[in-house]
C-alpha cells in the first residue's frame, strides 16, 4: 500500500519557492489501479518521484509497504527503486545506445545476475508486450508505441509490486494508446501489481479504477452543491 501524509514539495530557485505540492494526503491500496490527473504544474510528476523514492519531500511521509521512504538508507533506497517499483517515465530509463533485449537486461544484470538468465527472462518480457520481434533494435528504431511498450518491459523486468507511469499515451496516437493502456491494466490485473498512472487524458483516466484529483499541489476537495 502506498500512503502519502500531509507531503509538502518545496522548490527553491534562488530566492523563489515554488511550492509543488501543498499537503497532499492520500492512500491507494494493494493492487490498485490510480490514476492522478489535474493541471499543469499541479506536482502529478513530483508526486509520482516521491512514491518512487526518487526525491524526498520536505515535509510529510511517503509510505510504502509500511516502510517510510525517508528513513531508507541510499543502498536501500537504490534496491527499492531497483525492485520495488517499476517506472514509465517518458525519456527516463532507456538507453539509446543499448537495444531492446539489453535495455530490459540491464537492471537484471546492476543486480548481479548471470547474463544468460537475464536475456532469458528479457526475452519472455519483450514476448509478453509483443516486441520478440524487435528485441535487436535500439530505440530510435522503434515506433513510439513500441518504445513505450519496451519502457514497460524495461520496469517490469523485477516483477514490481509497484508501477508508476507518467503519461505512458503522451505521444500516442489513440489507437496506440489503447494499446499501451491494456497492457498496463493487464499487468495490474494479472500480477496483481499496484498502479499509479499520471494523464491528462479522459479516456485514458477510464482504465484505471480511481481518479485522484490534484490542483495547486492539492488534493481537490469535491465540495457539495
Ligand atoms: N526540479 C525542479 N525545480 C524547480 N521547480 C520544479 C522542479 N520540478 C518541478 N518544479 C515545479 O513544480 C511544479 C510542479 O511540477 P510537476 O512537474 O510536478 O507538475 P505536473 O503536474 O507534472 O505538470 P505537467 O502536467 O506539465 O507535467 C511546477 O510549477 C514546476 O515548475
Ligand atoms: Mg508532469
Known sequence: MIQLINVHKIYRQGATEIIALAGVSLEVGKGEFAVIMGPSGSGKS?????????????R???LVDGRLISQLSDDQLTL???ATVGFVFQFFNLLPTLSAVE????????????????????ERILERVGLAERKNHLPEELSGGEIQRLAIARALAFNPSILLADEPTGNL???????????IREV?????CTVVMVTHDKEAA?????????????????RRS
Open 46 to 58: 513530483t508526486l509520482l518521484h516521491l512514491i518512487g523514492g526518487l526525491d524526498q519531500p520536505n
Open 60 to 62: 510529510g511521509d511517503v
Open 80 to 82: 527499492f527503486r531497483r
Open 103 to 122: 535495455n530490459v537486461m540491464l537492471p537484471l544484470i546492476l543486480d548481479a545476475q548471470a547474463r544468460s538468465q537475464a536475456y532469458s527472462r528479457a
Open 173 to 183: 496516437d489513440s489507437k496506440t494508446g489503447a494499446q499501451v493502456l491494456e497492457l
Open 188 to 192: 495490474n490485473r494479472q500480477q496483481g
Open 206 to 222: 477510464g482504465f484505471g479504477d480511481r481518479v485522484i484529483q490534484l490542483k495547486d499541489g492539492m488534493t481537490k476537495k469535491r
